[in-house]
């Protein structure tokens, strides 16, 4: 059984009623207009300081309590994807091409509601609130974004909060976890360089073809050979491109891929790595590798302290056995840059369906969540940012 608080009970239709609305009107990053409109006019009528255009789209909402104390910062992720919706709802997303698809509909409504229920309790709590909605998540740029255009240059916030819906954990569930919990991400742009020539005459060409399939291979064993067997990297070369006509070998061969890891040091240590290997393989077969990398984010790292807060909150509404520590995962989140500043946590709440039906995974066209969760994330959040609020932190 769920113990969701009375304030957010009391919330919950209206916060699904936001939901679906923003799901029917899904935007893609840095072009979330409607959905921080949405945002801005209710932060505004519920009297925080709102502050618009951080990062394009994004805006902040901020609220002082009654005494000094505490910072606590709560964001929220609001762009949709570009996918065509296939769930069949009635609230299904009327932008053709895009969809909500990863519950940052849900998101920004979970913390309009915790708007809402905080900013009633402020004049008798200590401290600040500072409420982050961010556009361009699945961009991994907006976050970044936010903080060149000063999101906390006038507040040192003292510990955050935010939590993420998952379809692969069922609703009523909750994963908290401290330490790693995503990874970094790197794009990869790497060429492989010959000289083209007539497909039949192979010798009379330097064939790049034949020396990119080694390199590929050859970057296999950068996970498997030089990564520690207990240490996590991930490197997907997941685009190829070469040539023009079958009897033909190409000047170049393009490719594109993905590095992840939550390791700083690590990572640093296998983007050389790729380097080496790439140029070394290309160049005896009488190629040369060039590779690009573009660093989109850092891991995200919990807070032992903080998370033993969120913990706590999450165990008093689904109870012990269903607060799960969970697997880190090799997905990544922009958010990172805020937790490089500031002591957090990133929980994670189960949205799957618990009636049997199936529950598409988070970017699938069919994804559909069990709204149940809202009250749960809510409540998470409101329950957490009430203990840094009321001193708990020290
Ligand atoms: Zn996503
Ligand atoms: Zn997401």
Not at 293 to 310: F, G, R, S
Request: charged share 20%.
């Amino acid at each position: 059984m769920t113990n969701i608080s009375t304030e957010v009970r009391a919330l919950s239709s209206s916060m699904i009623e936001i939901r679906r609305d923003l799901h029917q009107h899904p935007e893609l990053g840095f072009q979330e207009v409607r959905t921080s409109g949405v945002v801005a006019k209710r932060l505004t009528e519920l009297g925080f300081a709102v502050r618009t255009s951080l990062g394009k789209t994004g805006l902040t909402g901020f609220l002082k309590g009654s005494k000094p104390g505490k910072t606590v910062l709560l964001r929220a992720d609001m762009d949709a994807l570009p996918i065509q919706e296939q769930a069949d709802v009635p609230w299904k997303s009327r932008n053709d091409g895009v969809m909500h698809a990863c519950g940052h509909d849900a998101h920004t409504a979970m913390l309009l509601t915790a708007a809402e229920i905080l900013a009633k309790e402020m004049p008798r709590l200590s401290g600040n609130l500072l409420l982050v909605f961010q556009p361009a998540e699945e961009l991994l740029i907006g976050a970044p974004a936010m903080l060149k255009d000063g999101v906390l240059a006038d507040v040192k916030a003292d510990a955050a909060f935010a939590v993420h819906l998952m379809n692969r954990l069922p609703a009523g569930n909750v994963a908290v976890r401290s330490g790693s919990v995503m990874t970094s991400a790197d794009k990869l742009e790497l060429s492989v360089t010959g000289r083209g020539g007539h497909g039949a005459n192979p010798h009379n060409a330097i064939d790049p073809v034949v020396a990119a399939a080694q390199v590929i291979t050859a970057l296999q064993t950068l996970v498997s050979r030089e990564t520690p067997p207990l240490g996590t990297a991930v490197l997907s070369i997941t685009t190829l491109k070469a040539g023009t006509a079958f009897n033909i070998i190409p000047d170049t061969v393009e490719m594109t891929g993905t590095f992840r890891c939550f390791d700083a040091k690590l990572r640093e240590t296998l983007l050389a790595s790729l380097q080496r290997t790439a140029e070394g393989v290309a160049s005896a077969l009488r190629c040369t590798a060039r590779v690009r990398n573009e660093y989109l984010t850092p891991a995200v790292n919990n807070d032992p302290a903080v998370t033993q807060i969120a913990r706590e909150a999450a165990t008093e509404i689904v109870g012990k056995d269903r607060v799960t520590e969970w697997e880190p995962m090799t997905g990544s989140d922009d958010l990172a840059y805020f937790w490089q500043q500031i002591p957090g946590c990133y929980a994670f709440v189960g949205s799957g369906k618990t009636d049997g039906s199936p529950s598409p995974a988070n970017h699938n066209a069919r994804f559909d969540i069990d709204e149940s969760a809202l009250a749960i994330g809510a409540d998470l959040l409101v329950r957490a940012a009430r203990r840094v609020l009321q001193g708990v932190l020290s």
